[in-house]
């Protein structure tokens, strides 16, 4: 059965929840842990550690689904099946401590390198400890996660920064359980109420340096989901929650329409040809995004498939 199949029935009750969990600021526990329950934040983990493996056209569906259902809903999805592409990019042991142990496990945070995460002077970039301390804004779905991560600049001791062969400053996303990491309460918004983006914040955490990531590294996984470049697979994922939001928008529009009618007027907005011919504008523009973005994800899914690279125009 396919990952879409069982997500939804759930896509119901997501909807009926939607106003109570914009009124909450966050996605509900049950719901983050039905929607666990049927894979949908193991879905870019390795199979050899329990996930799905689910290809990018699927999984991309799932995020547009959700949130058609209830944008702050698919947005937490999208958030944590992307940070959980990070399993294949882990050290193979320390995947298997965060994502292979609980099969409801769900990770989230924030990549931005807003971090410091010191290198003790017996440590190397190869091993040791990092002592992590920071503020990360954004930090979505954070309140249902077991673990959490940050991105960090990497320093010394002496706080010089850390660089690697090309005299590069290093970065590196820090894992870290998340009773180790305070959430700060000020998610207040308009939109996408129900996300509870707060704050991180991280004070001198120890995180072995095996259980922190960066892109560059190579993964491990010989899978397709891993051929694609980590931030055009977030990208696409934003894209997805779009899509989403926008057929949301179409749908409530159109009902809408069929029973407004605009004070002092006798006809409700369906039957006047200027709306009607804006919904047709608006749906073909609509049609049309979501026929490229799935056309672009095809081919790029079938050379992912077929083992090869991405080159620039691909990325692009």
């Not at 949908?40 to 199979?47: G, I």
């Not at 077929?306 to 080159?311: Q, V």
Request: with cysteine; charged share 20%; proline share 6%.
């Amino acid at each position: 059965m396919s990952l879409l199949t069982e997500v939804e029935p759930l896509l119901g009750p997501i909807r009926d929840q939607g106003p109570d969990m914009d009124r909450e600021g966050r996605l509900r526990p049950e719901v983050a842990k039905e929607l666990a329950g049927v894979g949908v934040f193991r879905s870019t983990v390795p199979k050899g550690l329990g996930g799905l493996e689910t290809p990018l056209p699927e999984l991309l569906e799932v995020i547009e689904a959700t949130a058609r259902s209830h944008g702050s809903t698919g947005w937490c999805v999208m958030i944590g099946s992307t940070t959980a592409l990070l399993s294949g990019y882990l050290p193979e042991s320390e995947a298997r401590n965060i994502y292979g142990a609980d099969p409801l496990v769900i990770t989230g945070g924030a990549y931005a390198p807003t971090g410091r995460a010191v290198l003790s002077d017996d440590s190397d970039p190869a091993g040791g400890v990092l002592e992590v301390t920071g503020r990360w804004e954004w930090g979505s779905g954070s309140a249902n996660c077991s673990w959490l991560l940050g991105g960090a600049m990497l320093v010394d001791a002496s706080g010089e920064a850390v660089t690697d062969d090309l005299g590069l400053p290093q970065m590196r996303m820090c894992f870290a359980p998340a009773e180790q990491v305070r959430i700060v309460d000020n998610w207040d918004v308009l939109g996408m109420r129900g996300t509870g983006s707060n704050d991180l914040v991280m004070d001198a955490v120890r995180v072995p340096m095996a259980r922190s990531v960066s892109f560059f590294d190579d993964p491990w996984p010989s899978g397709p989901l891993w051929k694609v470049p980590p931030f055009a697979l977030l990208a696409l994922g934003i894209a997805s929650v779009s899509l989403g939001v926008a057929r949301s928008a179409m749908d409530s529009f159109v009902a809408l329409a069929n029973s407004k009618k605009p004070t002092m007027g006798g006809r409700n907005l369906a039957k006047r040809s200027t709306i009607r011919s804006e919904v047709a504008r608006c749906e073909a523009e609509l049609r049309a995004a979501r026929r490229l973005l799935f056309g672009e994800v095809g081919d790029a899914w079938a050379m992912a498939e077929a083992g090869s690279d991405f080159d620039l125009d691909r990325r692009a």
